[in-house]
């Protein structure tokens, strides 16, 4: 993969450049330049290719659509500006709405030192006056219309390069790359906070995809992977040096999960100030997860640092759910094989999103401050989870009065298979640093819990785990005395 975006990146510099002026693109900010950078975007691409570039200036427009061997250079001070009237919005696919969108292209690239400004305040609240007027549907009846547009909407596409620029203020997810093969996304910055369920960026069933480089803050989650497609997986993909922070999670699996997720590395990135979980990892819609490195996480200020979940939303057991080929098979959610290794992570008292204009929804969350978490279900365990040289401090305090779920009722923490998949779903867990449910093969390792204040519960709790290991696992805790900080139940073959 990184030999072939090095011949991506080569022919993206070293392709024909126009001028937009050559096309009668203007830069005033007032005149509507769709119909003139579409018609340029289509001679280059007629021409062979080569970088539609832009000066210094601000360019209005409405959709217009990326072709093949075509590159949008925007230059330091070169803004691009979104219409803030709906009806200058193409959908792709009869499915997204988005600025810049790309069907089934090959070498395509936006690059340079520019701004992408989707004006998205303006733009989603004149989507929900016509939602509200009957004109465009809202199914969700959320107030917030569930389909604005986006930045960049691109899919099937080969060889893609998002390189340097900005993107900020979108109406809705910032941008979303859906069965892309050979993707590179190297050192933008997102600014996603004009609206809620704002994602910074969306990586759907890829193929062969590096984001590297980045800083993205967002209302909802920062870097989110996910798979719309049960025949298809998110795989190959390297998420790697990036820093995010988010009102809801940092780096994100899901949460649409149907064909699941192999061969992910997520390495040396920084997560802060973050509402939900530094990194999280579900299969819960059939799916699965398989082959996934996290390495050198930083997570500060976080609601939770690390979440593994399966659940089942899409079937059960005694429910089929996909017919191939006129065999009919049940799709059962799994995960394994998971190596998260030298993270350090603190969690506070306090709402660590407090002050973002868009906070995460506090009326969501326990009482008590959640733990990590490693949780499948009762018939399809999480397996093979190694946690090593991880530090993480917690500020302990946990108040028994509150929903109360001892060691000695274990059995009261709910399944909730189809539960919309957060760490907080749970409610008060029994467990201040670590609480694993329905695993095999669980290794924690050069592990160090601390509480910053007493709490009422242990720092681990091993509910229904076999073949677990823990090794060199260190415990601090003011005030506990002799309290066992690591409780196992329903468990077999722990090596300690």
């Keep these: 993969m990184a030999l072939t975006v090095l011949m991506v990146?080569?022919?993206?510099?070293?392709?024909?450049?126009?001028?937009?002026?050559?096309?009668?693109?203007?830069?005033?900010?007032?005149?509507?330049?769709?119909?003139?950078?579409?018609?340029?975007?289509?001679?280059?691409?007629q021409q062979g290719g080569g970088r539609l570039v832009f000066t210094v200036g601000r360019y209005l427009t409405g959709s217009i659509h990326l072709r093949s061997k075509v590159t949008l250079h925007l230059s330091e001070g070169a803004i691009l500006v979104g219409s803030t009237n709906p009806y200058d919005y193409d959908m792709e696919l009869n499915s997204w709405y988005a600025l810049i969108l790309a069907n089934?292209?090959?070498?395509?690239?936006?690059?340079?030192?520019?701004?992408?400004?989707?004006?998205?305040?303006?733009?989603?609240?004149?989507?929900?006056?016509?939602?509200?007027?009957?004109?465009?549907?809202?199914?969700?009846?959320?107030?917030?219309?569930?389909?604005?547009?986006?930045?960049?909407?691109?899919?099937?596409?080969?060889?893609?390069?998002?390189?340097?620029?900005?993107?900020?203020?979108?109406?809705?997810?910032?941008?979303?790359?859906?069965?892309?093969?050979?993707?590179?996304?190297?050192?933008?910055?997102?600014h996603s906070r004009a609206y809620w369920n704002n994602d910074g960026m969306d990586i759907v069933d890829c193929n062969g995809a590096l984001i590297q480089n980045c800083y993205v803050d967002a209302t909802d989650d920062a870097i989110c992977l996910k798979s719309h497609d049960a025949n298809s997986l998110c795989q190959n993909i390297t998420v790697r040096h990036n820093k995010a922070c988010s009102s809801a999670s940092g780096i994100k699996f899901g949460t649409a999960s149907l064909g699941g997720f192999k061969n992910i590395r997520i390495i040396g990135n920084t997560i802060f100030d973050t509402f939900r979980s530094a990194i999280t990892i579900q299969a819960v819609d059939g799916g699965q997860v398989d082959n996934v490195v996290v390495d050198s996480l930083r997570a500060i200020n976080t609601g939770n640092p690390i979440y593994l979940v399966i659940g089942q939303r899409r079937g059960d057991a005694h429910q089929l759910i996909e017919v191939n080929d006129s065999i009919n098979r049940v799709?059962?959610?799994?995960?394994?094989?998971?190596?998260?290794?030298?993270?350090?992570?603190?969690?506070?008292?306090?709402?660590?999103?407090?002050?973002?204009?868009?906070?995460?929804?506090?009326?969501?969350?326990?009482?008590?401050i959640s733990p990590s978490?490693?949780?499948?279900?009762?018939?399809?365990?999480?397996?093979?989870?190694?946690?090593?040289?991880?530090?993480?401090?917690?500020?302990?305090?946990?108040?028994?009065?509150?929903?109360?779920?001892?060691?000695?009722?274990?059995?009261?923490?709910?399944?909730?298979?189809?539960?919309?998949?957060?760490?907080?779903?749970?409610?008060?867990?029994?467990a201040w640093g670590f609480y694993v449910r329905h695993a095999q093969?669980?290794?924690?390792?050069?592990?160090?819990?601390?509480?910053?204040?007493?709490?009422?519960?242990?720092?681990?709790?091993?509910?229904?785990?076999?073949?677990?290991?823990?090794?060199?696992?260190?415990?601090?805790?003011?005030?506990?005395?002799?309290?066992?900080?690591?409780y196992t139940y329903k468990s077999t073959n722990i090596k300690r």
């Design 9 to 45: 990146s080569a022919m993206a510099t070293s392709a024909k450049d126009y001028q937009m002026t050559l096309f009668g693109i203007k830069s005033d900010g007032v005149t509507m330049n769709t119909r003139s950078i579409q018609r340029a975007i289509d001679y280059i691409a």
């Design 104 to 190: 089934r292209q090959d070498s395509i690239a936006i690059t340079g030192k520019g701004v992408i400004d989707g004006r998205g305040r303006e733009l989603a609240n004149n989507f929900l006056a016509q939602a509200a007027n009957g004109i465009i549907s809202d199914p969700l009846k959320l107030g917030r219309v569930a389909n604005r547009p986006k930045l960049i909407y691109f899919r099937e596409c080969s060889n893609v390069t998002v390189r340097d620029v900005t993107l900020q203020n979108p109406a809705f997810w910032t941008q979303t790359y859906d069965q892309c093969r050979n993707l590179l996304i190297d050192g933008i910055t997102v």
């Design 331 to 368: 799709r059962h959610s799994s995960m394994s094989n998971v190596r998260i290794s030298n993270v350090y992570a603190e969690v506070p008292a306090t709402k660590p999103d407090a002050g973002y204009e868009y906070e995460g929804p506090t009326e969501d969350n326990p009482r008590n």
């Design 373 to 430: 978490s490693i949780i499948g279900l009762k018939g399809s365990r999480v397996t093979n989870v190694s946690i090593q040289n991880v530090e993480i401090v917690y500020p302990g305090g946990g108040d028994p009065h509150y929903a109360k779920v001892g060691i000695d009722e274990l059995d009261k923490v709910p399944e909730m298979p189809r539960a919309y998949p957060e760490f907080s779903q749970h409610k008060e867990l029994p």
């Design 441 to 486: 093969g669980v290794t924690f390792r050069n592990v160090k819990l601390t509480a910053r204040k007493a709490d009422y519960r242990p720092a681990i709790v091993f509910d229904d785990v076999t073949n677990g290991v823990l090794a060199r696992v260190k415990v601090s805790e003011p005030k506990a005395g002799g309290k066992t900080e690591v």
